[in-house]
């Protein structure tokens, strides 16, 4: 009982494991989609400012592009940290639904063989005082 109970143990921690490198392979993906979108998104609109700079004076040019990069740099770092910080805690509630999981599992595990123990314990004790009576 002991060997099968560590057995499901250990199936449980590979389990476990392999859930937690899957959820974080899920989210270094989602990351780096991101990322590339938003380099996609930054290129694209630096682009669209460059075609608008050659219409313009150089003067306003320079203060509206200045401008607009750093409006842009800060939206999308604040784009960003909100999706990082939405991933994480995303993450964080993955884990510990996992982990209650896992703990409910154990103790329903640990109910039953200390059920199983009590149960043969019982058949033990009913041996050996019929064994005495038989003695």
């Known amino acids: 009982h002991e060997r099968e109970h560590d057995r499901e143990i250990s199936e449980l921690a590979a389990k476990h ?3 937690m490198e899957k959820l974080r ?3 270094k993906e989602e990351q780096r989609h ?8 930054m290129a694209a609109t630096h682009r669209a400012e460059q075609e608008q ?12 592009l200045e ?9 999308h770092t604040s784009q960003l940290e909100l999706t990082q910080s939405n991933l994480r805690k995303e ?10 999981m896992l703990n409910d599992k154990r103790a329903q595990e640990v109910a039953i063989l200390q059920s199983r123990h009590q149960l043969e314990w019982e058949k033990i004790k009913e041996q050996c005082q019929k064994e005495k009576d038989d003695l």
Do not use: W
Request: proline fraction near 0%.
């Open 17 to 19: 494991a392999e859930e």
């Open 25 to 27: 392979a899920e989210l």
């Open 34 to 41: 991101l990322l590339e979108e938003l380099q996609q998104q």
């Open 53 to 64: 700079a050659q219409l313009q004076s150089q003067t306003l040019h320079s203060l509206e």
């Open 67 to 75: 401008a607009l990069r750093l409006t842009l740099n800060n939206m």
């Open 91 to 100: 993450k964080e509630t993955a884990l510990m639904e996992l982990r209650e």
